[in-house]
């Protein structure tokens, strides 16, 4: 647009920064804002969430790309554009009088995030809370592993305008990552940093490490076949190949010098001889462990455990076994946890029937509340799943050994072909009874708020851990969310170098269901009442969840992108009076 009194154009001079910060300086944590100050830029909406090709990360490149994208008056501050460069878009922000501009897709899932919030100096994304700084566009808080790449600052009339196409094509870049100095004989039974597991926690600490500049031995062992993949997707998308679902490949892994040892079950501890002993034999020394083992599935008592085709979801092969065997044939879901309730929604356009069986009255009563889980069994039942609700399996019955007929503890017989067991989990520590590492009565390693155990040089995070949470006076807590595994990992990669961090974060969740997304954000654990802003009949609608006068967790269908924006209230330390909301 041209004023005739002011000619000035807005450039996006797009040379991406070359200044890679230094490899031991941690990202500057942007502090969030009040209410007031969270600019949500663009309207309530809601799209699949799920726009994540695989993409290359760039290489520099000498590409340039010259264009006039807005006046300078356009744009006011706290406000956020996308811009078209021609060999791709970038989103361009103004806070404070000043232009910045970055990857406009958010690294995880893909999401618009024009569409998100801003605040003090971060863009909050309104899917899935992921957080990224406007100067160095690094990521600040989870999910996902990557950062955005960020374009040179702005220019006012006739500066030369570069882009890196690279950058504007992959809208992602990994942060750079220091090499392993250490000699290295793959057989030596010795490494710096052994990590248990290979979920976000641990990838999350074993790059986190590299970042910051660790140059010795890192070696990450994994009871699953695959390098770490995307597995919060398994239940949503049940024909998905690890290859598909794949957050790193071994090549990235290598790449980097982060050993991947797949199929090793570790045993054992000994935290005199500071060594781990695997099923297989091998035993590992370290410096310093980091234990992120995550969940297993809660034992369940019923007549029939041999009868085949009755599934905990673990792996892609189960996902894909799931699948095969539910075509045009009876599927029944024991439990009415998220994964149990996400495979029922994905089996509904496969199966013949699909029936589920949950002990509470409503599903989700305990986390989301009677009112908005009666609105969304109500969904399931328009998509004709049948619910046996106040139920329990007390026998699986098998014709040759395969699974024929489920038989709830009511007398009702279910006909059933393949059986999905989703009846909630337990932490995965049996490992750890004999070690003198501190656990509570439910097998949860209790740890400081640095992710350290009792015990000199353990670390442990993710779903097996209870922590001090901050805004509960640091009380100790387990919130297992993919997104909070990520900033485990982070905070002990950080307080094994010395460098301790405290965890900054407001948890956040969500959970897919024929093409519709709950997104939550809080720690809502004890709620006592629900404030419910909008329809719960056309699932267009916003639950606040209070805890006597205070608003600890908030819960959206279809009301974009107001979870994270409240994610960026109580981020900032602030806290929603009931009375706010009401």
Same mark, same amino acid.
């Given at each position: 647009?041209?004023?005739?009194?002011? &000619?000035? +154009? #807005?450039?996006?001079?797009?040379?991406?920064?070359?200044?890679? @910060? =230094?490899?031991?300086?941690? !990202?500057?944590? /942007?502090?969030?804002?009040?209410?007031?100050?969270?600019?949500?830029?663009?309207?309530?909406?809601?799209?699949?969430?799920?726009?994540?090709?695989?993409?290359?990360?760039?290489?520099?490149?000498?590409?340039?790309?010259?264009?006039?994208?807005?006046?300078?008056?356009?744009?006011?501050?706290?406000? &956020?554009? +996308? #811009?078209?460069?021609?060999?791709?878009?970038?989103?361009?922000? @103004? =806070?404070?009088?000043?232009? !910045?501009?970055? /990857?406009?897709?958010?690294?995880?899932?893909?999401?618009?995030?024009?569409?998100?919030?801003?605040?003090?100096?971060?863009?909050?994304?309104?899917?899935?809370?992921?957080?990224?700084?406007?100067?160095?566009?690094?990521?600040?808080?989870?999910?996902?592993?990557?950062?955005?790449?960020?374009?040179?600052?702005?220019?006012?009339?006739?500066?030369?305008?570069?882009?890196?196409?690279?950058?504007?094509?992959?809208?992602?870049?990994?942060?750079?990552?220091?090499?392993?100095?250490?000699?290295?004989?793959?057989?030596?039974?010795?490494?710096?940093?052994?990590?248990?597991?290979?979920?976000?926690?641990?990838?999350?600490?074993?790059?986190?490490?590299?970042?910051?500049?660790?140059?010795?031995?890192?070696?990450?062992?994994?009871?699953?076949?695959?390098?770490?993949?995307?597995?919060?997707?398994?239940?949503?998308?049940?024909?998905?190949?690890?290859?598909?679902?794949?957050?790193?490949?071994?090549?990235?892994?290598?790449?980097?010098?982060?050993?991947?040892?797949?199929?090793?079950?570790?045993?054992?501890?000994?935290?005199?001889?500071?060594?781990?002993?695997?099923?297989?034999?091998?035993?590992?020394?370290?410096?310093?462990?980091?234990?992120?083992?995550?969940?297993?599935?809660?034992?369940?008592?019923?007549?029939?455990?041999?009868?085949?085709?009755?599934?905990?979801?673990?792996?892609?092969?189960?996902?894909?076994?799931?699948?095969?065997?539910?075509?045009?044939?009876?599927?029944?879901?024991?439990?009415?946890?998220?994964?149990?309730?996400?495979?029922?929604?994905?089996?509904?356009?496969?199966?013949?029937?699909?029936?589920?069986?949950?002990?509470?009255?409503?599903?989700?009563?305990?986390?989301?509340?009677?009112?908005?889980?009666?609105?969304?069994?109500?969904?399931?039942?328009?998509?004709?799943?049948?619910?046996?609700?106040?139920?329990?399996?007390?026998?699986?019955?098998?014709?040759?050994?395969?699974?024929?007929?489920?038989?709830?503890?009511?007398?009702?017989?279910?006909?059933?072909?393949?059986?999905?067991?989703?009846?909630?989990?337990?932490?995965?520590?049996?490992?750890?009874?004999?070690?003198?590492?501190?656990?509570?009565?439910?097998?949860?390693?209790?740890?400081?708020?640095?992710?350290?155990?009792?015990?000199?040089?353990?670390?442990?995070?993710?779903?097996?851990?209870?922590?001090?949470?901050?805004?509960?006076?640091?009380?100790?807590?387990?919130?297992?969310?993919?997104?909070?595994?990520?900033?485990?990992?982070?905070?002990?990669?950080?307080?094994?170098?010395?460098?301790?961090?405290?965890?900054?974060?407001?948890?956040?969740?969500?959970?897919?269901?024929?093409?519709?997304?709950?997104?939550?954000?809080?720690?809502?654990?004890?709620?006592?009442?629900?404030?419910?802003?909008?329809?719960?009949?056309?699932?267009?609608?916003?639950?606040?969840?209070?805890?006597?006068?205070?608003?600890?967790?908030?819960?959206?269908?279809?009301?974009?992108?107001?979870?994270?924006?409240?994610?960026?209230?109580?981020?900032?330390?602030?806290?929603?009076?009931?009375?706010?909301?009401?």
């Amino acid at each position: 647009k041209h004023c005739c009194f002011n &000619m000035f +154009e #807005v450039k996006v001079e797009l040379s991406l920064l070359e200044k890679e @910060k =230094e490899v031991d300086g941690l !990202s500057p944590n /942007g502090k969030a804002s009040p209410f007031a100050d969270c600019r949500p830029n663009g309207a309530l909406g809601h799209g699949s969430d799920d726009d994540s090709t695989p993409l290359p990360l760039y290489h520099k490149s000498r590409d340039y790309v010259e264009a006039s994208v807005c006046h300078v008056k356009d744009l006011e501050n706290g406000q &956020m554009r +996308e #811009v078209d460069l021609g060999s791709g878009r970038a989103l361009l922000i @103004k =806070e404070h009088g000043e232009f !910045s501009a970055m /990857g406009h897709k958010c690294p995880h899932y893909g999401a618009p995030l024009v569409k998100g919030v801003l605040s003090k100096g971060h863009v909050r994304c309104p899917w899935h809370g992921a957080c990224f700084n406007i100067a160095t566009g690094d990521i600040e808080d989870f999910p996902g592993l990557d950062s955005l790449p960020t374009f040179q600052s702005l220019s006012i009339v006739k500066e030369r305008d570069h882009s890196c196409k690279q950058a504007l094509q992959s809208q992602k870049r990994s942060k750079p990552m220091a090499r392993c100095s250490a000699v290295i004989n793959s057989s030596t039974g010795f490494s710096h940093v052994v990590i248990i597991g290979s979920g976000p926690a641990g990838l999350v600490c074993a790059e986190t490490l590299r970042q910051e500049g660790f140059t010795d031995r890192i070696v990450m062992c994994t009871m699953d076949r695959h390098p770490p993949y995307d597995r919060p997707k398994l239940s949503k998308s049940l024909d998905s190949t690890a290859e598909q679902l794949r957050l790193r490949s071994m090549e990235f892994l290598q790449d980097h010098d982060i050993e991947l040892l797949t199929e090793k079950e570790a045993v054992a501890i000994d935290v005199k001889t500071r060594s781990v002993t695997f099923e297989d034999g091998l035993r590992m020394e370290y410096r310093k462990l980091f234990i992120a083992t995550g969940s297993k599935p809660r034992p369940m008592n019923y007549k029939g455990k041999e009868v085949k085709n009755v599934f905990h979801l673990r792996t892609p092969e189960d996902a894909n076994s799931i699948a095969r065997l539910a075509n045009n044939k009876n599927a029944v879901i024991v439990g009415t946890s998220f994964v149990g309730m996400e495979v029922a929604a994905a089996l509904t356009d496969k199966a013949h029937s699909v029936s589920v069986i949950g002990i509470e009255s409503v599903p989700f009563k305990k986390a989301l509340g009677e009112k908005v889980g009666k609105a969304i069994m109500k969904l399931f039942e328009a998509n004709r799943v049948k619910f046996y609700m106040l139920n329990e399996v007390s026998e699986m019955i098998g014709h040759h050994g395969q699974l024929k007929e489920v038989v709830l503890k009511s007398g009702k017989v279910l006909r059933a072909d393949v059986c999905v067991v989703g009846a909630g989990s337990v932490p995965a520590t049996d490992f750890l009874k004999l070690s003198s590492i501190h656990m509570d009565s439910k097998g949860f390693i209790t740890v400081n708020k640095m992710m350290q155990t009792n015990c000199d040089g353990v670390f442990a995070g993710g779903d097996v851990v209870m922590f001090p949470f901050p805004p509960r006076n640091n009380k100790k807590v387990n919130i297992p969310h993919w997104q909070m595994a990520h900033v485990h990992g982070r905070v002990a990669a950080l307080s094994m170098m010395g460098r301790a961090t405290e965890i900054k974060t407001v948890p956040y969740f969500w959970s897919a269901m024929f093409g519709k997304t709950i997104r939550y954000a809080g720690y809502g654990d004890g709620f006592d009442d629900v404030i419910i802003q909008g329809d719960l009949d056309e699932l267009r609608f916003v639950a606040f969840y209070t805890r006597s006068e205070e608003v600890v967790a908030v819960a959206s269908m279809n009301y974009d992108p107001i979870v994270s924006r409240v994610a960026e209230v109580l981020g900032s330390g602030k806290t929603i009076k009931k009375r706010d909301v009401e």
